[in-house]
């Protein structure tokens, strides 16, 4: 059995098979909750803490630091990081 080994496009969920669109939404999601458990995790926080900063139940804290990703819309994840302080932008890329 031969195995090769193909290069990244970058996008894990286009290398999946994911139709470019849903893969492009899919990546933000998921830089986006990394980042917020980052946010979560550099300032020490309690899921209780965290849940006050973000202005959500403990319970949605639980669900994004265990990377609950389907609980979650692009939306969402945008409001929690605003409220955590963090700059979104969307960029585009020929």
């Known amino acids: 059995m031969s195995e090769s080994i193909v290069d990244s496009s970058g996008n894990i969920f286009s290398d999946?098979?994911?139709?470019?669109?849903e893969a492009a939404i899919l990546q933000m999601r998921a830089d986006?909750?990394?980042?917020?458990r980052k946010f979560i995790k550099t300032k020490k926080l309690t899921q209780a803490k965290a849940a006050e900063i973000l202005g959500?139940?403990?319970s949605r804290v639980s669900d994004l630091t265990r990377g609950k990703w389907e609980k979650f819309s692009l939306e969402m994840l945008i409001i929690l990081a605003?409220?955590?302080?963090?700059?979104?932008t969307l960029k585009t890329a020929a």
Do not use: F, R
């Open 32 to 36: 986006l909750m990394a980042d917020l």
């Open 16 to 21: 999946l098979g994911y139709p470019p669109e």
């Open 82 to 88: 605003t409220k955590a302080g963090m700059h979104v």
């Open 56 to 58: 959500v139940s403990q």
